[in-house]
T-cell receptor
Framework: SQQGEEDPQALSIQEGENATMNCSYK?????LQWYRQNSGRGLVHLIL?????REKHSGRLRVTLDTSKKSSSLLITASRAADTASYFC??????????????FGDGTTLTVKP | DGGITQSPKYLFRKEGQNVTLSCEQN?????MYWYRQDPGQGLRLIYY???????QKGDIAEGYSVSREKKESFPLTVTSAQKNPTAFYLC????????????FGQGTRLTVV
C-alpha cells in the first residue's frame, strides 16, 4: 500500500483563496517532500521537511509535519490560477529495507479558478 | 544546463513487442528511479538503482527490466510480459538516498496499439 496518502483527492478554490492539502504516512521517516505535477509533465520538487522540523516556509508555501500523527500539510496562500496542478507528498523511510525508496501518494488535484 | 532527459515523449508499441525507454542525466547523481503513473493516480516504483551496475526491484517490477552500465543512463525495457503497459513513465534521479530532492524527467507516454 502507498506510504503517503493525500487528501482531499480533489480541491477547487477561487483565485486568492488559500489551499490546504494533507498527507498521511505509515512508517518512520527521515524526511517528507512535496512535489507538484502539471498535467502530462514530470514532477517538480517544492519543499523538503526533515523529521526533526515542525514547520517550513518557502514563498507562498507553508509545510507542517507532525511525526506523532504521521501527517503533514501543505498550505498554499493567495492561490493563483497557475497553481492549478496535482500535488504529491513523498516520504523517505528510515528502515534499511526501504532505504532510498521514496514512496508517493496518489496526490491532490488542485484547481484554482480565475 | 544540468537536467534529466527522457525520450521519446510518446511511444507506441504493438502487442508482443519489447520497447526501451531512455533516461539520461548529467547531474552526476548516484541514484536513479523509474516510476509508472496511471491516469489520476500516484507514482508506483518499478526499479531503482543507487549505484552503477546495481539495481533493485521496486513495487511493480514484473514485466520490466533495467540496466545501469553508466552513471548517466538508466534505460527501462517494457517487455511483452507486461500485460498492461499503457501508462505514463517517469524517470527521476537524486544525488544520494535521503535528504535530497528528486529531479524528474518530463515523462514518456507509452501506448499499446
Amino acid at each position: 500500500s502507498q506510504q503517503g496518502e493525500e487528501d482531499p483527492q480533489a480541491l477547487s478554490i477561487q483565485e486568492g483563496e488559500n489551499a490546504t492539502m494533507n498527507c498521511s504516512y505509515k512508517t518512520s521517516i527521515n524526511n517528507l517532500q512535496w512535489y507538484r505535477q502539471n498535467s502530462g509533465r514530470g514532477l517538480v520538487h517544492l519543499i523538503l521537511i526533515r523529521s526533526n522540523e515542525r514547520e517550513k516556509h518557502s514563498g507562498r508555501l507553508r509545510v507542517t509535519l507532525d511525526t506523532s500523527k504521521k501527517s503533514s500539510s501543505l498550505l498554499i496562500t493567495a492561490s493563483r490560477a497557475a497553481d492549478t496542478a496535482s500535488y504529491f507528498c513523498a516520504t523517505d523511510p528510515t528502515d534499511n529495507t526501504n532505504a532510498g525508496k521514496s514512496t508517493f501518494g496518489d496526490g491532490t488535484t488542485l484547481t484554482v479558478k480565475p | 544546463d544540468g537536467g534529466i532527459t527522457q525520450s521519446p515523449k510518446y511511444l507506441f508499441r504493438k502487442e508482443g513487442q519489447n520497447v526501451t525507454l531512455s533516461c539520461e542525466q548529467n547531474l552526476n547523481h548516484d541514484a536513479m528511479y523509474w516510476y509508472r503513473q496511471d491516469p489520476g493516480q500516484g507514482l508506483r516504483l518499478i526499479y531503482y538503482s543507487q549505484i552503477v551496475n546495481d539495481f533493485q526491484k521496486g513495487d511493480i517490477a514484473e514485466g520490466y527490466s533495467v540496466s545501469r552500465e553508466k552513471k548517466e543512463s538508466f534505460p527501462l525495457t517494457v517487455t511483452s510480459a507486461q500485460k498492461n503497459p499503457t501508462a505514463f513513465y517517469l524517470c527521476a534521479s537524486l544525488q544520494g538516498a535521503g535528504n535530497t530532492e528528486a529531479f524528474f524527467g518530463q515523462g514518456t507516454r507509452l501506448t499499446v496499439v
